[in-house]
C-alpha cells in the first residue's frame, strides 16, 4: 500500500476549484497533497474545455459600453433566478449568493487581475430571462469573456502551483481513485482509495479503470473539489426534477468529459457529510454532437444569438420566453412537454454568420490563443466563423438547404419520431418575416431583436440585423437539430462559508471542506433553480479561495 501522512491538506480533485484552494494554501506556506485519478494532462478539469465566461458586476468593461450595473441589480436578478424556496436547504445557498454577488462586485475582478487575468472588451448578454423584472435573468450583460478562455483561466493559478511544486508545497498524487474519507474522533484526516494503472491519454479521453495498488494520504485537512454528475447519466436520470422540467430525456450528449462521474457526493455522504438540492442541475438545450468528439457521446453547447426560430419536434414555435438564449429551464420543460427530446433551430445563413458561437476553449481558436488578429478577422468578417462552418458541413444535427420544401425533407430524416409539416412550417416562417418590415413588433421575440440590437456590442458582433428568414439574399436556410446536452450539478455538499461540509444535524464537519461544483459551487446550491451564466467558473474561484483560506487559517 502507498501511505503519505506528511500534508498540512489533501484536495481531492484537480479541477480549478483544487486549483484555486492548492493557490491560496501555498501562499500561506501549507503543505497541500492533490489527488486526482486522472493523469497530469488533465489538470484544471472542465474548467480547461470553457469558454472562460467570468460574471463580473459593475466592471469598467461594463462602463466602457454604457452599461449601468450595480450590486443591488445583479442581486435582484440573482435572487430572482435563485427563487430559493426551501427554509434548511437553502440557509447556506442564499448566505453564498449574497456573498458572491458582492466578491462579484468589488474584489473579484482584481483578484483575477492581479494574476493576469484579462478580458475581451465585449460583454456578452447571458441568460436574458423571462420576461419580468423581478424574475429569471440578467437585466444587463454581464458575460465577461476572458481573452485565453478557460485554458487561461486554469494558467493563472496552475502556474503558481506548480511553482509551489518545485519549491516542495505542493504532491500531486495522480492516478490515485479516491474510494473512502478516513473519519477518527469526528473528523476528518484523510482519504484511501486505489491506484489506477498508469495512463498517457490525452486531456479529455477515457482512461484505463484498472486498479493494481491500494493508497492512503493524510493530513490535517481534506477539501473535496472532485467536480458534479455531469457524465453519469443514471446519477442525473435518478435525481431528475420530473415534476419541475417534466420526464428525462431517452438521448442525451455529455458536455463534460468521463471522469465527471459524481462519486465524491455518494463517498463524503457515507462519511457523514450532507448533500442538498439534488433534484436541482443545469442542463442545456441547445447541444449538437461533436464532428471531431475527444470523449464520451462528446457534445459541444451552441451559444446562440435572439434570432433563430426555435420549433420542437413537431414544428411548433415554441412560446415565449422561450427565445435563444433566454430561459434554459423554462425552454428543457416546454421541449420535454411535447413527448421528445429534441427541438429544432431554423434560420438563414446570415444569422448563422454573426449569431451562432459554440461553447468551449478548442472551439473558439482565435479567443483561445489570444490572437487579436484572428480574433477581429473571425469575429468582424463576413462569412462563418471555421469551428461553426465545420459542423455545417460535417455535423450530423445539420440541414442546409436551398429551399424550404428541400429543408422539410432534410429535417424529418433525421428527426427522432416528430414531423415537420411543410405548410404549417411555412405559414408560420411568413408570418414571422411579415413582422421585419419595421422597426417595432407585436412579435415578442423580434421585439426581443431589436432589444439586443440597442446594445452596442451585440449590434456589433452578435445579433444579425433583423431581415425575412425566406428572403433568398440571406439563403441557404438551415435547421439544427438540438439535443439535451449535460452540463452542471447546481446542489451538492452543504458547505457554511467558511467552506466546511456541514452534517446532516446542522453542524460542521471537522476537518472537512468542499468547493466547486461538488459543493453546488458554494452552499450545496448557490445558483438556486436558475444560473446567470458566467458564474460556474467564478464559483469555483470564489468557493476555492474561501476553502483554500479557512484551511490555511486553521
Known sequence: MNTSDD??????????????????????????????????ANLGGQAFWSLGGIFLVDSPEQRRLGIKDSPELALQDWMGSAGFDRDDEDYWPRQWARAYVDFASTVKRQYLHDLGLRFTPVVGWAERGGGFADGHGNSVPRFHLTWGTGPEVVRVFLEPVLEAEKRGLVNFAFRRRVDELIVADGATVGVRGRVLEPSSTERGVPSSRVEIDDFEIRGGA???????????HDLIRRNWPVDRLGPAP???????????????????????????????????TEGIQNWDPVWSDHAIRIIPGPSSLWLDANGNRLEAPNFPGFDT?????????????????VLSSSIIEKEFALSGSEQNPDITEKSLKV????????????????????????VVRDTLPELVNGMNEIGRGGHIDLQELERTISSRDAQMENGYSKDAQVMAIHNARNYLGD?????????????????PLIAVRLNILTRKTLGGLETNLESQVMRPDGSAFDGLYAAGEVAGFGGGGVHGYNALEGTFLGGCIFSGRAAGRSVARR
Not at 223 to 232: A, D, F, W
Request: proline fraction near 4%.
Open 375 to 398: 480574433a477581429a478577422k473571425s469575429r468582424l468578417a463576413k462569412g462563418m466563423p471555421g469551428p461553426v462552418e465545420a459542423f455545417t458541413q460535417h455535423g450530423v444535427d445539420f
Open 329 to 345: 429551464n423554462s425552454t428543457m420543460k416546454a421541449i420535454l412537454s411535447t413527448g421528445y427530446d429534441y427541438s429544432w433551430f
Open 459 to 475: 449590434k456589433v458582433v452578435r445579433v444579425a440585423k433583423p431581415h425575412r428568414l425566406l428572403d433568398p439574399a440571406h439563403g
Open 250 to 284: 431517452e438521448f442525451m450528449i455529455s458536455g463534460v468529459p468521463d471522469y465527471v462521474d459524481g462519486r465524491m457526493l455518494a463517498i463524503t455522504e457515507t462519511a457523514g457529510g450532507n448533500i442538498v438540492n439534488r433534484d436541482r442541475m443545469w442542463h442545456y
Open 222 to 232: 481534506v477539501i473535496v473539489t472532485s467536480g458534479g454528475i455531469g457524465h453519469n
Open 7 to 40: 500534508a498540512d491538506a489533501v484536495v481531492v480533485g484537480a479541477g480549478l476549484a483544487g486549483l484555486v484552494a492548492t493557490y491560496e494554501l501555498t501562499k500561506a506556506g501549507k503543505r497541500v497533497t492533490v489527488v486526482d485519478q486522472e493523469n497530469r
